[in-house]
């Protein structure tokens, strides 16, 4: 591996940043031409309905989770239901959502855009030096604000700033104060070996509340290696975002139950609760390796986000 560049102590070996080409895609023209929403009047021809999709959705997943997932031990049900669920993917009331995939190096997210013009949020919690998705959002979709929060400050501080994102330089968690999370720092840019390290954290709501102060965020990404799983509930009704008014319309996470004490158990009452709520959908599923897997969900309850994305 050959050193580049001055040595900095917070950069290990300072790889050179790569510069990515932060032009605009013609869809991205497409959508700067979309009529500005007024999603209290809008009746744009809808590409389904809330109704339609969760009926959809619950058909094809209920009898599989009743009469397959449920059954298992948690373990299992976190080994076994990418490959159990993901014939669902295929319903009508997905294909008709018109979904789109942003790669990055490692993996794909997920997003279904405007179907017309106003201002977006995106929050990427964990950045991992890896910002291609975020880069290929930005040149598609206008009128984006990008957030991004990730305890290893170069060269994630210079990838998300070079595409106009405002970056924090420290974890988003349940507990405040000095946490130990599992994060890839600057010199394992290439082998991808992640390392567990001490770091500054900030407690979920209050970096949403009083920081970002949001009230909806339409598009949120968390990779931060089993500290999701610290917080997963605060997505169920009546928890944390409930009590602060904040919405989130669609959101990417990888689960990561082998990471975390008890991992499994939270990820086997988390996605049965999400199933019970009505509030979202989930599809996409993807297991990236043994007990460590990726979903896509979408609120198809909030209608500020129905009536942006869905109808």
């Not at 560049?5 to 917070?10: S, Y």
């Not at 021809?45 to 599989?64: E, I, M, Q, S, Y």
């Amino acid at each position: 591996m050959q050193y580049k560049g001055v040595f900095d102590p917070m950069d290990g070996i300072g790889f050179d940043f790569e510069k990515y080409d932060i032009s605009p895609f013609p869809k991205f023209q497409d959508l700067e031409k979309l009529h500005v929403c007024d999603l209290s009047v809008d009746k744009l021809k809808p590409r389904t309905t809330p109704a339609k999709l969760l009926k959809g959705f619950h058909d094809c997943v209920d009898p599989l989770f009743e009469d397959v997932l449920i059954k298992m031990e948690p373990k299992n049900f976190s080994l076994e239901i990418c490959k159990i669920i993901k014939k669902c993917d295929t319903i009508p009331e997905f294909t008709n959502l018109s979904i789109d995939e942003f790669p990055n190096d490692h993996e794909i997210k997920w997003a279904i855009l405007p179907k017309c013009k106003e201002d977006n949020v995106m929050v990427t919690l964990g950045i991992g030096l890896d910002v291609k998705a975020e880069v290929l959002l930005s040149r598609t979709l206008p009128n984006t604000t990008f957030y991004g929060a990730d305890p290893i400050i170069q060269p994630n501080l210079q990838m998300y700033s070079h595409f106009g994102g405002k970056f924090f330089p420290f974890a988003v968690g349940k507990d405040a104060g000095i946490n130990r999370f599992k994060v890839l720092p600057n010199q394992n840019k290439k082998t991808r070996e992640y390392t567990y390290q001490d770091v500054t954290t900030i407690d979920v709501p209050y970096f949403f509340n009083n920081i970002l102060k949001l009230k909806r965020i339409d598009f949120l990404w968390i990779d931060i290696e089993g500290g999701e799983l610290t917080f997963l509930h605060y997505l169920n009704r009546g928890n944390q975002f409930d009590k602060l008014g904040i919405t989130v319309c669609q959101f990417n996470v990888e689960l990561h139950p082998d990471f975390w004490p008890n991992g499994y158990q939270i990820v086997f009452d988390f996605i049965p609760q999400i199933l019970r709520e009505n509030r979202y959908v989930f599809l996409k599923p993807l297991e990236t390796t043994t007990g460590v897997f990726r979903l896509f969900f979408i609120n198809v309850e909030n209608q500020e986000c129905v009536r942006k994305y869905i109808q």
